[in-house]
């Protein structure tokens, strides 16, 4: 055996061996705080279907999977989806089942806006909206909703979408008809989702709509206006709509968490999460605001090897560096799964120059042993999560945090224990970190059913509960995870040796 060295935190020991990291888990009963708040997500062109019905226009999902039918792994689409636009009273009564405390949602801008701009309101993809917050307020479900979950009008991208910097106002202006609508019910508001897979993978790829693969230079444009349009958002609701209606307003950022297995990497580490988070976090809750340093010098330097005039990073001037710094009531997080880097010679051409992975400049890796399961989508690596939390702790001085989405893949069946086993061991993780004082206030589950996973169609499942695909009402049914949910959330409790009886699935009193 090598060297084994004992790290001792608060809550756990971690074991280091052979260069891995094994959370020694601590396995008695442990207790959430009495204010703290579980939800489960989805998204609209996820799991809603209804894609051209009572007046919804075209979004760049529509768009792809119509153009290339197989442009996903199982040529499907989410034409049908879960059909929740027809479901949602069925929605609400897994949300009643598992004790939900609020519900995160997101609304498709094209379903509001047929037009993209609001000289048109959709008032059938109102209505529907308000159905599904009206029938949730209820039973006492509060809903957390979401602007923007990746479905943009087709008319905007043909416009430019997220690289032309109108879109800062046609976004802005469509933020303050939603306020309008909806915020004397919605009192949680989150105004992105994920600007990395949005720039990096839409734009700077072709793994997620529009399919740009516009490398090292559209990515970034997106970055810059989609920070600026997240804030202009934020002082809309903060300076027009707060005072009257008192709600919070935040972004949901993806931060997984890039490890260096040794020392010798630790800088290549730490720039790959300036690079694949920090490059959205820090302009937002640092104190000096801007993009991180690192990224700035990095793809300038690169930018002049290559020939390029100016950095293909844009530069925000100051007056746009005050207006993004502190735009968030909370730090939305969307965590998965954690990665090893590392940087030597051999990332030298290793990838496309130039693009957003050259400019980071490492390599990543995993352990065999971190996956759980017989799908590859996610991996299991709990300390990450800690380590993840710790850092946004550290770096921008214990900001409120809301677990937006965390969540495990398979590939179906109601019997789900690798599921439950991620679930367990990232909460126990998250107690660690909130142990050591950070200041994680909610925990949203991915996902309340299962749904459309982008490129991957229906392969991968990462609903509580299974969704019937063959069946015309797309029949809901509860999986093991679901009810041991449900028991955290009745018990307010982090039990590792539950086992639920999984009969049936009843809705508690009060709910």
């Not at 008192?246 to 990497?265: P, R, T, V």
């Not at 993840?388 to 945090?401: A, E, G, W």
Request: charged letters at 25%.
């Amino acid at each position: 055996m090598a060297d084994v060295q004992f790290l001792l935190l608060v809550s756990a020991t971690i074991f280091i061996v052979d260069g891995k990291i094994i959370n020694h888990v601590r396995h008695e009963v442990r207790k959430f705080p009495d204010d703290f708040l579980f939800g489960t997500a989805t998204a609209s062109y996820q799991v809603e279907g209804a894609w051209n019905e009572d007046g919804k226009s075209e979004s760049i999902w529509d768009h792809i999977t119509h153009e290339n039918p197989c442009v996903t792994k199982d040529c499907l689409n989410g034409d049908i989806a879960d059909d929740s636009y027809h479901q949602y009273k069925r929605d609400v009564e897994m949300m009643r089942e598992l004790g939900l405390d609020y519900y995160r949602f997101s609304l498709s801008w094209p379903r509001i806006l047929p037009t993209s701009f609001p000289d048109k309101i959709n008032e059938a993809g109102v209505q529907y909206y308000n159905n599904l917050i009206d029938e949730m307020l209820k039973y006492n479900i509060k809903p957390m909703v979401t602007l923007y979950h990746w479905d943009l009008p087709q008319k905007l991208q043909e416009m430019g979408g997220w690289t032309n910097p109108n879109i800062i106002d046609w976004y802005s202006d469509y933020a303050r008809v939603v306020f309008e609508l909806f915020g004397d019910r919605v009192k949680d508001w989150i105004t992105i989702n994920e600007p990395h897979p949005v720039c990096n993978f839409g734009y700077g790829d072709k793994t997620m709509a529009p399919l740009l693969n516009i490398k090292g230079v559209a990515d970034y444009m997106c970055a810059k206006n989609l920070l600026l349009a997240h804030a202009k958002a934020y002082h809309i609701y903060d300076k027009e709509f707060r005072p009257t209606q008192g709600g919070k307003i935040f972004i949901a950022l993806s931060a997984q968490w890039y490890d260096a297995e040794h020392e010798e990497f630790s800088v290549a580490a730490q720039e790959a999460n300036d690079f694949l988070w920090a490059i959205y976090s820090h302009p937002i809750f640092s104190k000096t605001g801007d993009f991180p340093k690192s990224v700035k010098e990095t793809v300038a330097a690169k930018s002049a090897q290559q020939g390029f005039p100016r950095s293909r990073l844009p530069e925000f001037t100051q007056e746009e560096i005050d207006y993004i710094r502190g735009t968030s009531d909370y730090f939305g997080l969307n965590h998965y799964f954690t990665k090893y880097v590392y940087r030597n010679e051999s990332v030298v051409n290793y990838y496309e120059s130039p693009s957003f992975e050259d400019d980071y400049g490492v390599i990543m890796y995993t352990y065999d042993d971190w996956k759980i399961g017989e799908s590859d989508f996610t991996k299991f690596v709990p300390w990450g999560f800690y380590k993840l939390l710790t850092k946004i702790r550290q770096d921008y001085d214990n900001p409120p945090v809301i677990i937006t989405e965390n969540g495990f893949a398979t590939l179906g069946g109601l019997n789900d224990d690798d599921r439950i086993t991620y679930y367990k061991h990232y909460m126990n993780a998250m107690l660690d970190a909130m142990e050591d004082g950070s200041d994680v206030q909610g925990y949203t589950a991915w996902s309340l059913m299962d749904n459309f996973e982008w490129l991957q169609g229906y392969t991968q499942r990462f609903g509580l509960y299974e969704v019937d695909y063959e069946s015309p009402e797309r029949t809901r049914t509860p999986r093991k995870s679901a009810f041991v949910y449900k028991q955290i959330l009745r018990t307010r409790e982090l039990d590792m040796h539950y086992e639920p009886d999984t009969n049936v699935m009843t809705i508690d009193e009060g709910h």
